[in-house]
């Protein structure tokens, strides 16, 4: 079995807010875990208006507390 990964930039959609942002992503997160995935990564982007992982501390706290 190849052990798959999740990337994921937290978008923010059109209309939507970092919050609603990062709740879809710790929502991908919670999906990928029940999946089997491996690994739920998050990438790091600054002065990207659609984009909300510049602080990644932040995103990576989240992700966690959505998932074990």
């Known amino acids: 079995m190849i052990p798959f990964s999740v990337l ?5 959609v059109e209309g ?5 942002a990062l709740r879809n992503s710790a929502d991908l997160a919670r999906h990928a875990e ?3 995935y491996q690994r739920f ?9 659609g984009i909300a992982s510049a602080a ?3 995103t990576i706290a989240n992700a966690a ?3 074990s």
């Open 34 to 36: 029940r999946l089997g």
């Open 65 to 67: 507390a959505a998932t």
């Open 41 to 49: 990564w998050l990438a790091e982007h600054h002065a990207m208006p």
């Open 8 to 12: 994921d930039l937290c978008p923010i």
């Open 56 to 58: 990644t501390a932040l």
């Open 16 to 20: 939507g807010d970092v919050a609603s």
